[in-house]
């Protein structure tokens, strides 16, 4: 019986040391070799997220060097802060930031810069104080692209009245600020131009279906819907659909992504142009580590190359060379 009662009391104490003892960071075997790094992505709420979130796993793979802790924010900061803090606690070599909106980064990223750990900003950009707070940003220049869709709807539609209704992504992001600035231009340069409604989709197919269905069900008239992205335009379309109308002929459908199936749809007239935003990200982050780690200074800003595709432009060649 003693026996019993002493071999109790050892794996009791056994258990009580190895609760005690402190949790393995990323550094610790077996990931000492690697360059660790914690992404907080934005979420999973597009197909141009998912191909984001898939160019960096593929990028920044352990057989690239690299162990990638990816932390999906769920399109809320507060998660993301939440994440930043996890990371900095976890003691990463790298945090990569993809920001769900511009503003409220102040204080998460100095204290990231207080650990001494480097941060880079991928596809949306922030606004701080101190620029000093992130080392560098990669992403597309969405004024550009919105300005790219303005002259698209100026060659073809001209001075001509036109009722548009403009589907927003999610509010304070960069993409919408950018995209909706590029829209407003037009609308101010253009007085038959008229601003019909305007709402944010959340970039989501099901809020841009049920934004679309609303207005038709009010029996609102329009004759071009700007979608500031694929997905809430795929749910334009189904809406447009459903009430007997085609997309392309009765509406014209203005994109943003440019997506492998959103180009299907332009070639088949459905989507009348879109317009590029590249999300293949991943080797681009995975070259600016690189240059951190050799010690030299990347550039602060690096704007990808993008373009725009409508039925004239677009080839299956063009669909078969992308890579998302």
Known sequence: MMKRILLIICLLLILSLAACAP????????????????FSQVGAESDWRNANTKS????????????????????????QITAIRNFIHQGVD???????????WDTVLAEAK?????????????????DSLFNCWVG?????????????????????????????????????????????EGLSSHPDWTLVYRESG?????????LV????????????????????????????????LTPGKDVTIISFD?????????MNGEISFDVECNPLHGPRVEALIQRLEAGAKPPKLTYVEEGSFDTETITQSIMDSRGY
């Open 56 to 79: 960096m796993q593929e990028a920044l793979s352990e057989e690239n060097g690299y162990r990638l802790i990816i932390d999906d924010a769920q399109q809320k900061q507060e998660r």
């Open 94 to 104: 790298y945090i990569v930031l993809a920001p769900t909106t511009e503003k409220g």
């Open 23 to 38: 949790a393995p960071s990323p550094a610790d075997e077996p990931y000492e070799d690697f360059i660790v790094v914690g």
């Open 258 to 266: 440019a997506s492998h199936t959103a180009l299907e749809m332009v």
């Open 140 to 184: 597309s220049d969405f004024l550009n692209e919105g300005r790219t869709a303005v002259r698209w709807m100026d060659q073809h539609f001209g001075d001509k009245p036109l009722r548009i209704v403009h589907l927003q992504g999610n509010i304070g992001s960069s993409a919408q600020i950018g995209r909706t600035a590029g829209l407003n």
């Open 202 to 210: 959340d970039f989501t197919q099901a809020k841009g279906q049920e």
């Open 114 to 130: 207080a650990a001494g750990i480097p941060v880079i900003l991928v596809d949306r950009m922030i606004e701080i104080s101190d």
């Open 213 to 244: 269905e609303a207005l038709l069900a009010d029996g609102m008239q329009f004759d071009l819907i700007f979608s500031e992205n694929d997905n809430m335009a795929y749910g334009a379309i189904d809406a447009l659909k459903n009430a007997g």
